[in-house]
Nanobody, 122 residues
């Protein structure tokens, strides 16, 4: 199976920065897209950023120019650098990956991290 371990969340003041990490481990053959989602209190989960295996990125309009997604394929890890944070960025952030695992050929499976809380407040 596959496990995703997230880290880097916490409390930050408006205008501050945080860097989230998500490390995947297990019987992984290859990871394709890696994504970050977030869910604010009382709201639906939304896609924040996506990065392909080749490094192409896509962002939600609300975070463009402030957040940067990156990955280290050798470490099976995805990062989210968040700058100029504001109160609307307060949410639980989840990483999500599409991957192939040993023994299942080219079947793609999807896995989620446990979530890490980011709170932007004075």
């Amino acid at each position: 199976q596959v496990q995703l371990v997230e880290s880097g969340g916490g409390l930050v003041q408006p205008g501050g920065s945080l860097r989230l990490s998500c490390a995947a481990s297990g019987s992984i053959f290859k990871i394709d897209d890696m994504r970050w989602y977030r869910q604010a209190p009382g709201k639906q989960r939304e896609l924040v950023a996506t990065i392909t295996r080749g490094g192409s990125t896509n962002y939600a309009d609300s975070v463009k120019g402030r957040f940067t997604i990156s990955r280290d394929n050798a470490k099976n890890t995805v990062y989210l650098q968040m700058n100029s944070l504001n109160s609307e960025d307060t949410a639980v952030y989840y990483c999500n990956i599409e991957c192939m695992i040993y023994g299942l050929g080219t079947t793609k499976l999807e896995y989620w991290g446990q979530g890490t809380l980011v709170t932007v407040s004075e």
